[in-house]
């Protein structure tokens, strides 16, 4: 599939893109289907425009995500993979076609599609018209670091760390809905109360693509994809061109190393639905992208290494943990919720991400935590889980997995074969992720464990799991 990408409006598509689709993000024109106010992360430090680079870098992420949006899987012959030619405006054209093959390759490491980059020279400036906002403008220049704040935990975590240490922070959120905007900004007014004595400030932004146009403006109804892997690579992006605004500080994408690897659960999941942001491999592959263009900001993971239960041990005796930490969004569909007539955002306790904080959170006994209880983990759960939706499919695969860590603990060249699907990883990162997998399918057990033993869940009789016979090995 060919797609056009027009930064400014009345561009003309060429002759070869004239049977695909375009998208087009002048803010101004009812033929736009790319919503943003991405400029007020630059206006906000009273700044008509950022660096040619990075505006290069933001159109890109920008095009990618809206792409990954607006063109669903389904309509590709294995209903999944995706090839896609696009065409995109960049300031620096020479050093984009110079890189244009291994973010071809890193792009396809992140999606799973196959990807081929298209780039034009373009004299214009994204939305450069003025300087002033309607916000309150930030004065004050003198940042450590800029760190993701998605309202997860493991960045809310983050920003605890970072500030207690006396890092002077420039937190960024993508707003993906309105109500997550909300409550990433409840959260970070909490850590900033905290904290109000070491510099930082939240800037939030937003990006939502409509419907993709044919070459005569008219809506193509594609559909939508809900796997949407790229939504993290434009996060990132807007981290970094605020990072250039300040200096040559460095960008931290906080996510525990079990996320981040993201090992298959099981042989046929490879991990599909799954970010893939985080892996060393692709960082690595970023980081060198960006250095080869000029992009001076290095982005890296602080906790490449610790489990989810490792980073919320670390901080959880602070008050701000203990008071907000259950308000935190780690779920994959957090506005589901609705459906069963409760206000969203909410974890809804099920999916694979709220399994795995569910089991840092008993890792600290935290009472806190909210969850949909219409769906409380047990056998029944999974029995029922067909009429409900399929809604137990990340439980079955997450105790499949736990079994599969049981019967093969003692292997680890088997373990290390899971951790090398993805992505390639030093000597040394294999004997890292060896131990951040053991100690998370440890954690996992032992919430089941104690699941079990709260409320007669029946899942270690559902994995065939002898609690007594564990405990006498």
Known sequence: MKVWINKVKNEEVYEDYLDGIVFNFDNKSNKSNIKTHVENLWRR?????????????????????????????SIFSDNWTRQIEVNIPVLELSKWENVRVSLEDTL???????WSL??????SKFRANKNNTKYRLINNKNFDCVSLFSGGLDSFCGAIKLLSEGNKTCF?????????????QELYNAVGKEFNNTNNELLLFSATPFEPLNTLGKKNNLGTENTSRSRSLLFLAGAIAVASIIGDIPVYIPENGFIGINVPLTDSRNGSCS????????????????????IKNKVSNPYAYSTKGEIVEEISNNEVFKNYGGRTISCSHPCLSRYDHIKPPINCGYCYPCLVRRASMNK??????????NYILSKDFIEKSNSLGGRASDLKAVLYSISRFELNKNNDNYINSLLLRHGKLATEEVALFNRVYRETMEELLEMLINEDKANGSGLLEYMGIDLEEKNNV
């Open 118 to 123: 298209r780039f034009r020279k373009s004299d």
């Open 275 to 294: 970010t893939r942001t985080t892996h060393p491999h692709f960082i690595r592959s970023l980081n060198e992208i960006l250095r080869k263009v000029g």
């Open 108 to 114: 396809k490491f992140l999606s799973g599609d196959i």
């Open 45 to 73: 430090f009273g700044l008509k425009t950022i660096n040619d680079i990075n505006e290069d870098f933001l159109i890109i992420a920008l095009s990618i995500f809206a792409i990954d949006k607006r063109i669903p899987r």
């Open 364 to 373: 600290v006994n935290y009472i806190n935590d909210n969850y949909n209880n």
């Open 172 to 184: 960024v959120g993508f707003q993906e809905y309105g109500l997550l905007g909300s409550r990433q």
